[in-house]
């Protein structure tokens, strides 16, 4: 436990906050506002560090992990942390990448925090399920392409794919895998027995930064692409003809009605 005087103790509140994509210009204001009068930052890896520097300087910032082969700390870890911080030093921001309700597990720590009677509030970040492709000049849905669009985790606490995607896979709708990539070739298969072998692909690294890797192509060349690009996680998976109007796939789709003609 978590001990300091009693006098610097303040009222203990909790802000669970949505830190985007991975840009750290893509941040709420009401985002940078929370940062500004936090006491403790609790920041998950696939945050921008830029970010911590919207807390003061007398502000504790804690790393606490929570990526693909990264967990520094367990849920559990993160969540009495979460509280024990909030008890002794007064305002905690939980900063997670994305948005914390979009596979975040924010709802887990809101519930935690209200066991212990600690007012907490939420302020949603930008999926990178909908930023990241749309950064990338790809809308999940469009007039004539994709009406709905569906966001699903590639492997699930067991580490198998989810029965969503075999769901998924018979839909028109755009499907946009997050936490899939290590599993794209078997992925690709449940699409293939679908007959869509040529439905357009784009698989996205680090999507917003620096660090952004984009392969574009279809079922059946995806995973080669992917391969040969050496794209890896954090990476999301967007399947649906919308990735038709991605630049790169311009090529191919002439390659393919090239094909078609003869």
């Known amino acids: 436990m978590i001990v300091t005087t009693e006098k610097n103790i303040k009222e203990p509140r909790i802000t669970l906050l949505g830190a985007g994509p991975g840009d750290p210009d893509l941040i709420t204001l009401k985002g940078v506002k929370a940062l500004k009068t936090a ?17 003061t300087e007398s502000a504790v910032k804690v790393y606490v992990g929570k990526r693909s082969g ?48 600690i007012p907490t509030v939420v302020i949603p970040g930008i999926s990178s399920s909908i930023g990241v492709p749309g950064m990338q000049n790809i809308p999940v849905t469009h007039r ?62 680090s999507g917003t930064t620096n660090n952004e890797k984009v392969a574009v192509g279809i079922v059946d060349t995806i995973v080669e692409i992917v391969e040969e690009n050496k794209i890896t996680s954090p990476a999301l998976i ?24 003869e």
Do not use: C
């Open 39 to 55: 006491d403790v930052v609790l920041y998950d890896a696939l945050v921008n560090e830029e970010l911590l520097e919207f807390a």
């Open 70 to 117: 990264d967990h520094t700390h367990s849920q559990d870890s993160i969540n009495k942390l979460m509280v024990d911080y909030a008890l002794n030093y007064g305002h905690v921001v939980r900063l997670k990448g994305g948005d914390p309700f979009v596979f975040g597990r924010g709802f887990e720590e809101l519930d935690f925090a209200a066991s212990y009677s």
């Open 144 to 205: 004539g392409l994709s009406e709905s669009f569906w966001v699903i985790t590639g492997t699930t606490s067991s580490g198998k794919i989810s029965n969503d995607v075999y769901e998924a896979a018979r839909t028109k709708a755009t499907i946009v895998v997050l936490m899939g990539v290590h599993k794209l070739a078997e992925i690709t298969e449940i699409f293939k027995k679908e007959g869509k072998n040529k439905l357009p692909v784009a698989v996205i690294q």
């Open 238 to 261: 967007v399947f649906g003809e919308v990735v038709s109007l991605h630049p790169k796939f311009q090529p191919i789709k002439e390659f393919y009605d090239i094909i078609a003609e």
